[in-house]
């Protein structure tokens, strides 16, 4: 295979937009936990694609899902509805009747942000004019449109950009009185994450959710739960907000839910999702039948292995694995998304990229804490294998 243009650094010839950084590796084929770069090099993929292959590289049920439905049905415009569509939205919608007591109704997106778009455009239409602040925590991430950047409280991530759209506004993770101090009648909706995943994989302090949904009710204001990281059975419940017994306005979602094709959902309970009106809203894109297919397999083979109680499984043994390090003073985090804080002096970025070197990819989320999300259907060997290395990559880094 010839060189691939980032090897060249040859800066004309590289194909995209400098956003990324140089990458460190290609990769050309993937089966489960493991991939391939172009030297033929094997890695681990304890990163899962930034928590989106869940269930694996290459898993045969959503690949056959996908191949029947590309020589099937790929796509009909939104003045018609398609079969695979309905079914993935009536069993999200099913999910989430379980997880939150509320019949609902799903807009499917393309991704991540476009889910958080949709739900901030549903809590502005909610909330009415004057009504319109949405709040959101420091360190929270929710994506890299416009207003999903401006929800997102990172305000070196806003400073290039700015002006950011208006009505956003931010308060201390974790502080139940700074968001008390935040959420007046001006609001019309709080968006946090039950997990801070790119924040640094922060859980939610105990309290904190239910104390959220309290205060959004007392002034009216939706409470937005995004699950774009931490859904579809990551930490060991389909949705992360399970774990503290609330239960959320809007649910957005993306990511895992098609296993690698890009696809994701803004859920509102029914009387949210009724203040839409045709025209509100839309996409080209929205529940194409090729996506939903892929929802769909994720759905049924995430239910036939009981994903939820397998990555709270594996997650308790790759949390019990990295706590036995000597070099990692803790890990944090739910099932299969732990952030394992290293001791003292010990370089993240540096750990992570003698990591890559051994055959291993999870990331540095930030210059103490490697963070972990492998798929959910990580093997018990493949588990001891991976903090094998992370020993090793750590007991150099320390000596
Ligand atoms: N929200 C959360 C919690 C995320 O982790 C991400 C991506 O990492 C997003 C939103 C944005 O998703 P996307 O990159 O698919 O737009």
Redesign the pocket.
Known sequence: MSAHPFETADHERCPFMPVFGPPAISIERGAGTEVWDTDGKRYLDFLSG??VTSLGHANPAVADAISRQASTLLHVSNFFANPQATSAAVRINELLLGATGHHGQIFFTN????S?ECALKLARKWGGRGKHTVVSAFAS????TLA?LAATGQPAKHEPFAPMPEGFRHVAWGDLDAMRDAVDGSVAAVII?PIQ??GGVNPAPAGYLQGIRELCDDVGALMIV?E???GFARTGAWFGFEHAGVSPDVV?M??AMGNGMPV?ACWARTEVAAVFQPGDHGSTYSGTALATAAVNAVIAEMRRIDAPAMAAERGAMLSRLLEAVPQVSSVRGAGLLLGAALAEGIDAPTVYRSLLDKGLICNAVNASTLRFAPPITVSEDEIREAVGLVADALAEASA
Do not use: C, P, W
Request: net charge negative; hydrophobic share 25%; no cysteine.
């Open positions: 930034l928590a991704s991540g942000a476009e958080n991430f929710h994506g890299r999903t994450e995943g790119e995004d774009i990281q931490t957005t993306a990511k994701g």
